[in-house]
């Protein structure tokens, strides 16, 4: 099965640039997506196909992907940025796979 | 941009089954892929299976597979999982949520809806 690995935690302080990180075996071959979630709340899309925004989220957010490695990144991070985010690709063998997300902490 | 609305809580004994619905609106119902992601406490997300309602043949994770059934009915627009066999660790939020094309990411989610399995 194919399996995503993101680092627990990451902290950053306001106005700074957050990276989250999303490694798997030869991810710059898929396509990677990102959600946000905060507490008690559904998952939202940030960053769809590696670096493509849906229309309601901020420019701050952007994507990159290459190798064994995928990055969200974050800029001017703001208070209201504090969630969970995770990484999510398709794959093959094990259809629709989440990374194990990653706290992120302003 | 398609709306999901769940149905509510339940509380479930052990050995029981489960069954959560998904309503659509403002959207394409038949023509999109839904999808059940299940979420237990402090724990990440989970993908369960889909279903293309136009379609109507289900896929479900390896996981899944002998305890899940993912079902739509066009005429409501509404989607809906059932998970049997049920043990504390089901206990969790779930989730429905369309996926788009080929890609498979998800632009619209539910609500979430919490299962709680106790004696």
């Known amino acids: 099965s194919y399996i995503l690995t993101q680092p627990p935690a990451v902290s950053v302080a306001p106005g700074q640039t957050a990276r989250i990180t999303c490694g798997g075996n030869?991810?710059?071959?898929?396509?990677v997506h990102w959600y946000q979630q905060k507490p008690g709340q559904a998952p939202v899309l940030v960053v769809y196909?590696?670096?493509d925004r849906p229309s309601e989220i901020p420019e701050r957010f952007s994507g990159s992907n290459s190798g064994n490695t995928a990055t969200l990144t974050i800029n001017r991070v703001e208070a209201g940025d504090e969630a969970d985010y995770y990484c999510?690709?398709?794959?093959?063998?094990?259809?629709?796979?989440f990374g194990g997300g990653t706290k992120v902490t302003v | 941009q398609v709306q999901l609305v769940q149905s509510g809580a339940e509380v479930k004994k052990p050995g029981s089954s489960v069954k959560v619905s998904c309503k659509a609106s403002?959207?394409?119902?038949?023509?999109?892929?839904i999808s059940w992601v299940r979420q237990a406490p402090g724990q990440g997300l989970e993908w369960m299976g889909r279903?293309?309602?136009?379609?109507?043949?289900?896929n479900y994770a390896q996981k899944f597979q002998d305890r899940v059934t993912i079902t739509a009915d066009k005429s409501t627009s509404t989607a809906s999982m059932e998970l049997s066999s049920l043990t504390s660790e089901d206990t969790a939020v779930y989730f429905c949520?369309?996926?788009?094309?080929?890609?498979?990411?998800?632009?619209?989610w539910g609500q979430g809806t919490l299962v709680s399995v106790s004696s």
């Open positions: 949520a369309r996926g788009v094309g080929s890609l498979y990411y998800f632009d619209s």
């Open positions: 403002g959207g394409t119902f038949s023509s999109s892929a």
């Open positions: 279903i293309i309602p136009s379609i109507g043949i289900p």
């Open positions: 030869n991810i710059g071959s898929k396509s």
């Open positions: 196909d590696d670096n």
């Open positions: 999510q690709v398709w794959d093959g063998s094990s259809d629709v796979v």
